[in-house]
């Protein structure tokens, strides 16, 4: 089973930031949190991953909570294109640990 | 640098036909994964291999699906005896090594299969 939970769906205003939540409450301490989007009839996209330290990347800025057990992808402008489907994975970081496991994901779509 | 591919992007066949589904990992990377999403549904993992050997093929739903994979590079699933319920996009993914502290995974456009 999934270790993480996902609203449904959200709605976000083009050119407004898109902030999509993530609950991961019995996250582990060599866990990461990994985010993927899948536009429709797309194979799933990376979008960064972080430990417990906030990230950013060209595409988004991922923050976590200080104890770990949320998260939060930011898209910063949201733009048309950015409507998807969208995954937080929680996977061990140690050596064995290969596959990701999906939830049912947000899908976000970015209203004109 | 190239993704990973996959062919044929369609395949609709007969029900009890044989099918194969081929992926092309990017250059380099020695782990390859297959998933299937059925309509509607999330990523299912299905296998993954490390060089040529499969470690775990706890995922295979049933002994019709088999996967191989040769030279380090190039994967094909073979699904023998096709059934409706077979019908799902499949999806390859690679990564550098598998099971890394941060084996970041990418994916393939995808084989949608059709079963009539």
């Known amino acids: 089973d999934a270790k993480t939970t996902q609203p449904t769906s959200m709605d976000c205003a083009e050119g407004r930031a898109a902030n999509l939540p993530c609950n991961h409450s019995?996250?582990?301490?060599?866990?990461?949190v990994y985010w993927y989007r899948q536009i429709h009839s797309q194979g799933p996209q990376y979008i960064i991953h972080?430990?417990?330290n906030n990230e950013t990347n060209e595409m988004a800025s991922l923050i976590i909570t200080e104890d770990r057990k949320s998260s939060t992808l930011i898209l910063p402008h949201a733009t048309l294109r950015d409507t998807a489907v969208y995954y937080c994975?929680?996977?061990?970081?140690?050596?064995?640990?290969?596959?990701?496991?999906f939830g049912t994901g947000t899908r976000l779509k970015v209203l004109a | 640098g190239a993704g990973v591919s996959q062919s044929p992007s369609n395949k609709v066949t007969e029900k009890g036909k044989d099918v194969e589904l081929r992926c092309d990992p990017i250059?380099?990377?020695?782990?390859l994964y297959w998933y299937r999403q059925s309509l509607g549904q999330g990523l299912e993992f299905l296998i993954y291999f490390q060089g040529n050997s499969a470690p775990d093929k706890s995922g295979l739903p049933s002994d019709r699906f088999s996967a191989e994979r040769t030279g380090g590079s190039v994967s094909t699933l073979t699904i023998q005896r096709t059934q409706q319920e077979d019908s799902a996009v499949y999806l390859c993914?690679?990564?550098?090594?598998?099971?890394?502290?941060?084996?970041?995974?990418?994916f393939g456009p995808g084989t949608r299969l059709t079963v009539l």
């Open positions: 994975i929680v996977r061990p970081g140690t050596s064995g640990t290969y596959k990701y496991i």
């Open positions: 972080g430990l417990k």
């Open positions: 250059s380099g990377h020695t782990a």
């Open positions: 019995t996250i582990s301490g060599n866990e990461y």
């Open positions: 993914a690679s990564s550098f090594r598998a099971g890394g502290l941060t084996d970041t995974q990418y």
